[in-house]
């Protein structure tokens, strides 16, 4: 028991430990860098690329619905008969 109350810290004693403490993150590892040059143009040149692709498939979509939405339900169908 006591070397209990000899570990025992009180209240007012870790508070003033505590206060006015400040913790400073320094800053280890690699910095961070901006992509080069070459790097940051071939990634503007797949979004731009990305974008048309999904563009142009979005618009064939629009277009061709009665045909995908015809043969969807006929595959369904298909599906239904099967499954009986």
Not at 18 to 23: L, S, T, Y
Not at 33 to 62: A, C, D, M, N, T
């Amino acid at each position: 028991m006591q070397k209990f109350k000899s570990t025992q810290r009180s209240a007012l004693k870790s508070k003033q430990d505590n206060e006015g403490v400040r913790v400073v993150k320094k800053g280890k590892g690699k910095p961070k860098s901006k992509l080069p040059p070459e790097r940051e143009k071939k990634s503007s040149v797949f979004e731009q690329v990305k974008g048309i692709v999904i563009q142009l498939s979005v618009r064939w979509v629009y277009d061709n619905w009665s045909l995908i939405h015809d043969k969807a339900s006929v595959c369904a169908d298909v599906l239904m008969e099967i499954l009986k």
